[in-house]
């Protein structure tokens, strides 16, 4: 069966270099915001004294960063939780701002807006207080 792009040129729908670059501009910028961050998180885990190289590390990261929140390590278990991750990464968010000096509002920032807040409070003058 012909379709009707087949029969009308002018529906012509090849090429697709277009398609091809913007999806090479998408991945190159998602790339450049994933170092972005990962550096961020590496400099917030160095700030409270813990091995930078640890931000990379599935589940360990978060056990770490539960360290430098001071909450208890079995709360890496709730991460696995649906809808209780939510809660408790938020909570664990505010317990960070709260640890860097910021208030409750910055540590809603990091929940929901790591991209922004994470590399203000890695790169940034605030400091880790134990």
Same mark, same amino acid.
């Given at each position: 069966?012909?379709?009707?792009?087949?029969?009308?040129?002018?529906?012509?729908?090849?090429?697709?270099?277009?398609?091809?670059?913007?999806? %090479?501009?998408?991945?190159?910028?998602?790339?450049?915001?994933?170092?972005?961050?990962?550096?961020?998180?590496?400099?917030?885990?160095?700030?409270?004294?813990?091995?930078?190289?640890?931000?990379?590390?599935?589940?360990?990261?978060? /056990?770490?960063?539960?360290?430098?929140?001071?909450?208890?390590?079995?709360?890496?278990?709730?991460?696995? %939780?649906?809808?209780?991750?939510?809660?408790?990464?938020?909570?664990?968010?505010?317990? /960070?701002?709260?640890?860097?000096?910021?208030?409750?509002?910055?540590?809603?920032?990091?929940?929901?807006?790591?991209?922004?807040?994470?590399?203000?409070?890695?790169?940034?003058?605030?400091?880790?207080? %134990?």
């Amino acid at each position: 069966m012909l379709s009707a792009f087949a029969i009308h040129p002018q529906y012509d729908m090849g090429g697709g270099g277009g398609l091809a670059a913007m999806g %090479v501009v998408f991945g190159v910028v998602y790339l450049a915001i994933a170092i972005l961050v990962i550096a961020a998180l590496w400099k917030v885990f160095t700030k409270a004294g813990q091995p930078g190289w640890a931000c990379l590390v599935p589940i360990y990261n978060i /056990l770490v960063l539960l360290k430098i929140t001071g909450k208890p390590a079995w709360w890496v278990i709730l991460f696995f %939780v649906p809808i209780a991750n939510l809660v408790f990464a938020i909570i664990v968010a505010i317990a /960070l701002a709260e640890k860097f000096g910021k208030g409750a509002g910055y540590g809603i920032g990091l929940a929901f807006l790591p991209v922004v807040f994470y590399p203000m409070l890695g790169f940034g003058s605030a400091t880790y207080k %134990v």
